[in-house]
């Protein structure tokens, strides 16, 4: 079946401008996590959903971030006002529930580079 | 807070030996996942293996198994019969009950050799 997919896989933009990154889960799963890879580092939690609870923002690292779920499926990652250290990959998951026992697939990832 | 800590920025090994990735983790916790990803050129993250922290056998998929001490925490990957696409960055991740979340450390680049 179809994965975890993301888009764009590639995107360049200006010091300023708000940025939108999409993520279309699994089917069927119902978390759904970001994970965000800055050069030659490991992963960092960024937020979760898991189905109509409230999610989990406690890793996004400024006000300019944002995430939302739509009708429980695709996501929509925004960062406002892009600064220089936000180029990184952007890495979406999903899972059948939030919980170590399911595990996290995870899509292949957006990079994004702020000029 | 829980850590996990890769200490091996990069390995590398010949075709068809084996080799061993290190982790260690920091929790408090009694009942916790710990996993082994891996992550190719591509970005695809791809989930190598699982251990269950009440489990007391360690986990094995095929080449892949795992060396599990709960009361040093620490949790080795060995790699055996090495093959050149198993040549990608491993990341040791953790699960606890802090929420959906998995704590990764900061990656091991492995290459394989011909």
């Known amino acids: 079946g179809a994965g975890v997919s993301q888009s764009p896989s590639n995107k360049v933009t200006e010091k300023g401008k708000d940025v939108e990154l999409r993520c279309d889960p699994i089917s069927g799963h119902t978390a759904l996590y970001w994970y965000r890879q800055s050069l030659g580092q490991g992963l960092e939690f960024l937020i979760y959903f898991q189905g109509n609870s409230a999610p989990d923002k406690s890793g996004l690292p400024s006000d300019r971030f944002s995430a939302e779920r739509t009708g429980g499926s695709v996501s929509t990652l925004t960062i406002q006002r892009t600064q220089q250290e936000d180029s990184a990959v952007y890495l979406c998951?999903?899972?059948?529930?939030?919980?170590?026992?399911?595990?996290?697939?995870f899509g292949p990832g957006t990079r994004l580079t702020v000029t | 807070a829980q850590t996990v800590t890769q200490s091996q920025p990069e390995m590398s090994v010949q075709e068809a030996e084996t080799v061993t990735l290190s982790c260690t983790y920091d929790?408090?916790?009694?009942?916790?996942?710990l996993f082994w990803y891996k992550q190719p050129p591509s970005r695809q993250m791809i989930l190598v293996i699982r251990q269950e922290a009440y489990k007391q056998q360690n986990a094995t998929e095929n080449r892949f198994s795992v060396n599990f001490q709960k009361a040093a925490k620490s949790f080795s990957l060995k790699i055996s019969d090495s093959q050149l696409g198993d040549t990608a960055m491993y990341f040791c991740a953790f699960w606890g009950n802090q929420g959906g979340k998995l704590i990764f450390g900061q990656g091991t680049e492995l290459s394989v050799k011909p």
């Open positions: 998951a999903s899972s059948l529930m939030a919980g170590g026992m399911y595990e996290q697939y």
């Open positions: 929790t408090s916790e009694n009942n916790y996942y």
